[in-house]
């Protein structure tokens, strides 16, 4: 980024019109390093200057070398209407140099005054917090990160699932078969058996949905029984959410669920009635969308019971309200693609221009070891027991490896929980997971472990050195060069991410971090280096990469161990 800022700034008074900004965006890093450093292809000019791009690119080429600003590239020439200007190693140094020392490398103020609600995990009360819900909160919370990082005010939303008919089935099954002392102790599990059972029980006896039916009622009418166990529910549930939540880093802003906006929904159904838009279809109210081609958006049942799409409209109406926001965005699993799409519309046909502020961050399936996850069929893996799992795996990999390595379990639960994450986060998000250990928890592969390793190699190179002076350096090898352009690349990426929504963008990018720093660690010895300069210039390198992979691994959730 830098060297785009550095070739921008001798552009930008030869190209009067153009704003600094839009010469960056037109500016490209060469595939082949022989074509330089930065390129500037004039043909994107030649509309606007009215000259063929050979002529600008000569042109601008003469009037850069003959002023005197120059003093990062070495060398600027035209090749065939391109601008190619190659960086000299003194700047690269010094680029080098202020990246090591920017304690905000990588941040920007793009979002300064704007607000963002990410409304992500959101499990549902009195369910397992499985590994499905796993996606939405690691994603939702890097997007977060990645946002906030980018100078944008974030209201990160737990839309929890706390209401709903279902609180009906498990009030009623709560009455006849449960036990408190089982919910007390074994929690969502106990919460779960009586849920199942009364799915069991009313596959025989029709009227135990009638009942179930009935108390839901009760508790939308406040009554006070009904509405003291829902809470007891939503208290055991959320205190389980928590741990998990502790585990992975994820924190919340707010956590008005479902049941926040059940007398906010009154207000939508008035104002859809005002407007004309519902319609009556067998008891039950819809806005039709087939001239949009999608099934019409349910908003009131035939006994008058509003439904999640109906939450989710005052929802949204109520963020719009409350944060002004600049944009709302969605993290769920790309099953729900076709509710997101239907209420957004909604939203629009009642004449909300901030309707298109919406955005459905959608993702794939998971499976473990091939095996889908359904709660249904009950092949569900809890989140807890997985992170254990990847924890004790880890321990053992470190009682081999490392076996007298201080915190030992601290650092295992880091490394196996990143390994999680940073799995999850690999691959483009609306890819569909599977885990397989040994890929996961690999430290020579493109895992999380690998990421925080490099990382601890790092620190530890940079103990053992202590101090140096970063005023003398000289750059002499080609993997260093490598190595500082990845790490020029951090700005971009994360910019990259913001906008694709895609925290895999900065993983993918960590791993390349980590591969040109192996190479550039192979090829070039750094303690024992020849010379001072060169020692102190590769030491420069190991500090900023430890920054950048620090900086980029907090970005997606993963904590950085020192040693490993
Ligand atoms: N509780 C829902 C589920 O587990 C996800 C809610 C997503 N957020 C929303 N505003 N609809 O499927």
New binding site residues.
């Given amino acids: 980024m830098y060297e785009k800022i550095q070739a921008s700034e001798l552009l930008s008074p030869l190209l009067e019109g153009l704003d600094t900004e839009e010469i960056i965006s037109m500016l490209e890093y060469p595939s082949d390093r022989k074509l330089g450093d930065i390129a500037l292809p004039c043909f994107k000019l030649s509309r606007t200057l009215k000259k063929p791009p050979v002529m600008i690119a000569k042109s601008l080429c003469e009037a850069i070398n003959a002023s005197e600003k120059n003093e990062t590239f070495e060398k600027i020439e035209d090749v065939n209407g391109y601008l190619n200007f190659y960086i000299s190693k003194e700047a690269l140094a010094r680029n080098l140099v202020k990246m090591s020392e920017d304690e905000k490398y990588g941040s920007s103020d793009v979002g300064r005054g704007k607000t963002i609600v990410i409304?992500y995990s959101?499990?549902?009360i009195a369910k397992p917090f499985h590994i499905g819900?796993l996606r939405s909160t690691v994603i939702g919370q890097a997007i977060k990160n990645i946002y906030r990082f980018c100078g944008y005010e974030c209201i990160g939303v737990n839309?929890?699932?706390d209401w709903g008919t279902q609180f009906g089935k498990l009030i009623v099954a709560y009455k006849k078969w449960g036990s408190k002392e089982a919910i007390e102790q074994k929690g969502i599990k106990a919460l779960t058996e009586i849920y199942v059972k009364f799915h069991e029980e009313a596959e025989k006896d029709e009227k135990l949905e009638d009942e179930a039916r009935e108390a839901f009622s009760r508790m939308e009418k406040g009554d006070e029984e009904c509405i003291s166990l829902w809470k007891w529910f939503v208290e055991i549930s959320i205190a389980e959410f928590k741990k998990v939540y502790n585990l992975i880093g994820a924190q919340f802003e707010s956590w008005n669920g479902e049941s926040f906006y059940f007398d906010k929904t009154d207000a939508v159904v008035e104002a859809l009635k005002a407007k004309n838009m519902l319609v009556l279809d067998n008891g039950a109210y819809i806005v039709p969308l087939d001239e949009y081609g999608m099934p019409p958006c349910l908003i009131l049942k035939s006994d008058g019971s509003t439904i999640?799409a109906t939450r989710?409209i005052a929802?949204a109406f109520y963020r719009k309200k409350t944060y002004d926001f600049d944009k709302c965005i969605?993290v769920?699993s790309a099953g729900?693609s076709l509710?997101f799409a239907q209420f957004f519309k909604v939203i629009e046909l009642m004449g909300e221009e901030w309707a298109k502020n919406l955005v459905h961050v959608p993702f794939g399936t998971v499976s473990i070891d091939g095996a889908k996850l359904a709660t249904r069929t009950g092949n569900v893996v809890l989140l807890e027991d997985l992170f254990k799992e990847a924890t004790d795996k880890t321990l053992a990999i470190i009682n081999e490896k490392n076996p007298g390595l201080e915190n030992k379990e601290e650092v295992a639960s880091a490394v196996g929980v990143g390994a999680i994450i940073f799995h999850d986060l690999s691959n483009n998000r609306i890819k569909d997971i599977n885990f397989v250990w040994d890929e996961v928890l690999n430290f020579d592969g493109n895992t999380g472990p690998y990421v925080q390793y490099t990382y601890a190699r790092c620190e530890g190179i940079l103990d053992k050195a202590g101090k140096y002076d970063k005023k003398i350096l000289a750059l002499t090898d080609d993997a260093e060069y490598n190595i500082i352009k990845t790490l020029e690349l951090f700005p971009e990426k994360i910019n990259q991410a913001r906008c694709e929504l895609e925290p895999s963008v900065i993983s993918r990018y960590l791993l390349d971090v980590c591969q040109e720093f192996n190479r550039f660690y192979h090829d070039c010895p750094v303690l024992k280096a020849d010379g001072d300069k060169v020692r102190n210039a590769r030491l420069a390198i190991v500090e900023a990469t430890g920054s950048v992979l620090k900086r980029g691994l907090e970005l997606i959730g993963l904590k950085t161990p020192k040693n490993i």
Avoid: E, S
């Fill in positions: 409304d959101a499990p549902n819900h839309h929890l699932g999640y989710d929802a969605y769920t729900q509710h």
